[in-house]
Every structure is written in structure tokens, then in C-alpha cells.
């Protein structure tokens, strides 16, 4: 695994090896390797992101994109953008930690490079049905399932 961690952001100190620890293990259970960079910003950066590359006008919590590369069969490419100011500020709406919020967007993230979509009801159902299962095993809580 190749792993770049970009922090440009003010509201949470990120630990970078809590961060690689998660990835790995995420990896690990998918049974894949990566070559990827995340970038850890603010709601104006990741709007500025989200239009320029998508269309979208607004601030969103993860974006990710991935790399046109040749690669191997089991080894993914890409980068993974997060808003830690949008973590922060729904963690405080939903009384979670900022910490697990951030999480979430990692898993979501790495999820759709690893291939899943959420696009359709069905597909949104398995990715977050996958999601939950990796946030528990990271032993984080499954936000989707209520309380």
C-alpha cells in the first residue's frame, strides 16, 4: 500500500497513522492493495472540488476520484477528498465523535473506488449494508443502523 495523507484543514487534528491503520485494515478485509492520496480540507475547498469536477455547488462531506492509471488486477488507484469542517459540524448535529464522522467518509470513500455506488436504492442499500460492516469490525458505530 502506498499512502499519502494531505491535512489542509483547521478544525481537527488528524492522526496520520490512525488514519493508515484504517485503510490497511479496510484493505486487508477487501483483500486489495491501493495507491492512494487523502486530502483532508474545508467546506470552501471541497465546493470549489465538487463544481469544478462534478458540477456540483455545494460544500459535500467526501469526494472521491479515480486514477485513469493502468494498475494491477487487485490494486486500486485514487484519491479521497474529506471535509473535515462538514465531519465536524454533522458530529455535533447527531452527537457523534468528529473522529468516527471522519471515518465514515474514509470507508464511504474508499468504497466507491473500490467499485461500489450508491446511486440506485439497491446498490445504496449493499454499499451501506458493506460500510457498516467495515465500521464495526474498525469497531467504530454503524450509523446505519438506528438507534
Do not use: C, W
Request: without cysteine.
Amino acid at each position: 500500500m502506498k499512502l499519502e495523507i494531505i491535512d489542509l484543514q483547521k478544525f481537527q487534528p488528524i492522526d496520520k497513522n490512525k488514519i493508515k491503520k484504517i485503510i490497511k485494515g479496510i484493505l486487508k478485509v477487501e483483500k486489495k492493495d491501493a495507491e492512494l492520496s487523502i486530502v483532508f480540507i474545508d467546506n470552501k475547498t471541497i465546493k470549489q472540488i465538487n463544481r469544478a469536477f462534478l458540477g456540483h455547488n455545494y460544500a459535500t462531506d467526501v469526494l472521491s476520484f479515480t486514477y485513469d492509471e493502468p494498475s494491477f488486477k487487485n490494486n486500486v488507484k485514487g484519491e479521497i477528498v474529506v471535509s473535515v469542517e462538514m465531519a465536524s459540524k454533522l458530529s455535533r448535529r447527531y452527537g457523534y465523535e468528529v473522529e468516527g464522522e471522519i471515518v465514515l467518509y474514509l470507508v464511504h470513500g474508499l468504497l466507491h473506488l473500490l467499485g461500489y455506488d450508491d446511486k440506485r436504492k439497491k446498490d445504496a442499500k449493499k454499499m451501506h449494508q458493506r460500510a457498516g460492516e467495515l465500521l464495526s469490525s474498525l469497531g467504530y458505530r454503524d450509523v446505519y443502523i438506528p438507534n
